[in-house]
């Protein structure tokens, strides 16, 4: 089911360029993403899908264009300034503590809504109390809709792949991002992984409504649960739409199978 067209998106992305030196990562690529939609990036090796996921969150700093975000600006913000925003991000290769547990994992992604400091936590208990209570209970609620109570008290290292990129997904969303950037959720994951990681990415857009961003090369992922998808070669932006258009489109069936002979 596609957002509305007409909803004021939440992130709008315009003109956005990135270069390395004289190598242009990202050209001049317009897109907008609307509440509550599941939007995906693809492309082929080198077509810039996380050169933009890296200016979104502001890692890098684009040379040119501009990003908004509910009508924010993000230029020029640090990563903990948008992650502070609302945007939260899943990575490529998995950024978790190996050697703390799963539950652990989850608080560290809550620290976005500290809104005290260390010694402010002494002296003002009562509230330190109150804010750790009410971290406790939204990573409960994490746990439970990912299913993996089971694990809780595990160590990540100990854990299999697929669980790994589960317990991920749950640091991102301890962060109760707006938005949530998904870096190859299913890489290197067998079907069944696959498979389970499509219905909890299904269900965090119809449960908990959040908008979300997947950079993904998988493709049977991407035409089954996505409502548009922009397709990126050379750091341009050749198509954008629903699935099935795309699919369809000469100039993305050029770009992932070579022009014709
Ligand atoms: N830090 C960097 N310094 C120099 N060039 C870079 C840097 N990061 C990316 N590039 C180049 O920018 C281009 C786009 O890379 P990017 O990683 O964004 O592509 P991608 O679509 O994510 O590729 P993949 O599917 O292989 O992950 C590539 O040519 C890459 O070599």
Known sequence: MSAPATARPLLEVSGLTLRFGGMTAVDAVDFAVAPGELFAIIGPNGAGKTSIFNCLSGVYRPQQGSIRFDGEDLRGRRPDAVARLGIARTFQNIELFENLTVLDNLMLGRHQHLDYGPLAGLVYAGKARRAELTNRRVVEE?????EIESIRRSLVGMLPYGLKKRVELG???AMEPRL???????AGMNLEETEDMARF???IRTELGVTMVMVEHDMGLVMDIADRVLVLDFGQRIALGEPAGVQRDPAVIEAYLGAPP
């Open 180 to 186: 949530l950037l998904l870096d190859e959720p299913v």
């Open 171 to 173: 640091r991102a969303l």
């Open 142 to 146: 994490i746990i439970d809709f990912l």
């Open 201 to 203: 990415i299904l269900d």
